[in-house]
């Protein structure tokens, strides 16, 4: 239902390595989000893309870049992993039903340690 | 500074109990949203509440928009294990598309 996917499922990382996380919808919707989840601090956006060829920073978008090249993938680097990016990453989707308020889908998540 | 804050953090309680969670917030928004989130998967949208005062139910779930639109509740009737999980409260700001999110409601239903 939600129609989007993230890879990996997990990962644990050295501090200093690269990585990207992968995030792909096939409902064809403009907007497009990153979020990290950590207990005690809830959902904080990391960074949002309206539509291809946008994007925007959210809350905390230090030490993370996003591209979105095309509608369906919005991936999320993470250029010189922290300890401090330990976290579930999750993708989401926005859609307007019926010209209703945007409502956002969720992926799977992304459980990611930096060691 | 928090935008929304949702009371009580954690809440257990025993299957067939009834139960109320809140969202509350200083701003008036024009829309909110309520989504549940279990354990190792991501949140799942439940319910959209739009105008001051209305109601709407899911099963034996019961979501309430404020008058001023600018709090919500969510109460569980007969509750069961199924419930448990945790209740995420998410609203509009800034007239984008983005949403802020409460912290969550964790509720555990015991059997």
């Known amino acids: 239902i939600a129609g989007i996917t993230q890879a990996p499922t997990s990962q644990i990382l050295a501090a200093g390595r690269r990585m990207t996380l992968r995030c792909t919808q096939d409902m064809r919707h403009n907007a497009m989000y990153w979020y990290r989840q950590d207990l005690g601090l809830g959902l904080r956006l990391i960074h949002y893309?309206?539509?291809?060829?946008?994007?925007g920073k959210g809350e905390v978008p230090d030490g993370y870049s996003v591209s979105r090249a095309n509608t369906d993938d919005f991936p999320l680097t993470l250029a010189s992993a922290v300890p401090s990016q330990t976290s579930v990453y999750f993708c989401?989707?926005?859609?307007?039903?019926?010209?209703?308020?945007?409502?956002?889908?969720f992926g799977p998540g992304t459980r990611l340690t930096v060691t | 500074t928090q935008l929304l804050e949702q009371s009580p953090q954690f809440l257990s309680i025993q299957e067939g109990e009834n139960l109320t969670v809140y969202c509350n917030s200083s701003s008036v928004f024009s829309s909110l949203q309520w989504y549940r989130q279990e354990p190792g998967e991501g949140p799942v949208l439940l319910v959209t509440?739009?105008?001051?005062?209305e109601v709407k139910k899911l099963k034996r779930l019961t979501f309430q928009f404020g008058d001023a639109r600018k709090d919500s509740s969510l109460h569980i009737t007969a509750a069961q294990p199924g419930d448990t999980g945790l209740y995420l409260c998410?609203?509009?700001?800034?007239?984008?598309?983005?949403?802020?999110f409460g912290k969550g409601n964790q509720v555990v239903v015991i059997p």
């Open positions: 998410a609203a509009r700001f800034d007239g984008n598309n983005r949403l802020a």
């Open positions: 893309s309206n539509t291809a060829g946008t994007t």
């Open positions: 989401a989707r926005s859609a307007r039903r019926d010209r209703g308020p945007y409502e956002q889908y």
């Open positions: 509440v739009v105008t001051g005062g």
